[in-house]
Nanobody, 121 residues
């Protein structure tokens, strides 16, 4: 079994910064793509940023230039540095990872429990 645990959410004023972290633990042979999603109240979950094992990144247009995703392959962690935060960035942020638990197993998708980010004055 694989667990993803997020941390770092909280309340921040517009223009402020937060750093989210996610650690994967359990039976992990390798981790493929890792990502951050978010879900605002009354809206569908949306992709925020992704990073491959080779550290190729992709961002939603709404966060480009403000958010940076990074990972540590040795520790199976992924971070999201969020700068110049706006009220519309408010939501629950979820970590996602594609994990192979053995050399011969396929990739399985895992989610964290989510961490609340609130941007408000």
């Amino acid at each position: 079994q694989v667990q993803l645990v997020e941390s770092g959410g909280g309340l921040v004023q517009p223009g402020g910064s937060l750093r989210l972290s996610c650690a994967a633990s359990g039976i992990i042979y390798s981790t493929n793509a890792m990502a951050w999603y978010r879900q605002a109240p009354g809206k569908q979950r949306e992709l925020v940023a992704t990073i491959t094992s080779g550290r190729r990144t992709n961002y939603a247009d709404s966060v480009k230039g403000r958010f940076t995703i990074s990972r540590d392959n040795a520790k199976n962690t992924v971070d999201l540095q969020m700068n110049s935060l706006k009220p519309e960035d408010t939501g629950v942020y979820y970590c996602n990872a594609e994990v192979r638990t053995t050399l011969r197993s396929g990739l399985n998708n895992y989610w964290g429990q989510g961490t609340q980010v609130t941007v408000s004055s």
